[in-house]
T-cell receptor, first 121, second 110 residues
Framework: DAGVIQSPRHEVTEMGQEVTLRCKPI?????LFWYRQTMMRGLELLIY????????DSGMPEDRFSAKMPNASFSTLKIQPSEPRDSAVYFC???????????????????FGEGSRLTVL | GQNIDQPTEMTATEGAIVQINCTYQ??????LFWYQQHAGEAPTFLSY????GLEEKGRFSSFLSRSKGYSYLLLKELQMKDSASYLC???????????FGKGTRLSVIA
């Protein structure tokens, strides 16, 4: 079974450009999380969805960041305009919440994608 | 608020035992997780504790004391491939997201 799939794996862009990161969660999972990881701050939650609905976006740094989940198998994280301080590894993770109908992970752990390493020059 | 504390770095010798501690403060509690993350890779799930006590899984064990807000990850018979960051994470309740510590970078030396 495929894990969480993210694209692109690496992106280098210039300040002011729009960046779109993509995520395909594990089939059957009903929760999706976007995290950002830096050396200074570790793994920080940006936003999460349950059943495609955004539940908490209080971790989104500012209005330049937006995330969508149009269906159960796809989510995007967009940064517009990008700034050098946005440089980080962005991880998407999925999991099975209480409303899920399958229990492949009864502990409710999260499964992470390989991450998208973003460098903004 | 929520706070997860763990040491930044540790070094241990191949074949030895190492204990990585984690203290947490959360408004609620529904599980303590440990993840392993090799450099440049995704975090991968190692262990889960929701009740007090020790959970053993091969060379890795994890302990939880809810009253003390404390957990540790114990790695036995260390191997070079165990060199990685170990992330402690707590969940407040139900299906809320995991809150992660900054990770402990473990270096295993010969």
């Amino acid at each position: 079974d495929a894990g969480v799939i993210q694209s692109p794996r690496h992106e280098v862009t210039e300040m002011g450009q729009e960046v779109t990161l993509r995520c395909k969660p594990i089939s059957g999972h009903n929760s999706l999380f976007w995290y950002r990881q830096t050396m200074m701050r570790g793994l920080e939650l940006l936003i999460y969805f349950n059943n495609n609905v955004p539940i908490d976006d209080s971790g989104m740094p500012e209005d330049r960041f937006s995330a969508k989940m149009p269906n159960a198998s796809f989510s995007t994280l967009k940064i517009q305009p990008s700034e050098p301080r946005d440089s980080a590894v962005y991880f998407c993770a999925s999991g099975l919440g209480r409303q899920g109908i399958r229990t492949p992970s009864p502990t409710g752990e999260l499964f992470f994608g390989e991450g998208s390493r973003l460098t903004v020059l | 608020g929520q706070n997860i504390d763990q040491p930044t770095e540790m070094t241990a010798t191949e074949g030895a035992i190492v204990q990585i501690n984690c203290t947490y403060q959360t408004s609620g509690f529904n599980g303590l997780f440990w993840y392993q993350q090799h450099a440049g890779e995704a975090p991968t799930f190692l262990s889960y504790n929701v009740l007090d006590g020790l959970e053993e899984k091969g060379r890795f064990s994890s302990f939880l004391s809810r009253s003390k807000g404390y957990s540790y990850l114990l790695l036995k018979e260390l191997q070079m491939k165990d060199s990685a960051s170990y992330l402690c994470a707590a969940r407040n309740s139900g299906n809320t997201p995991l809150v992660f510590g900054k990770g402990t970078r473990l270096s295993v030396i010969a």
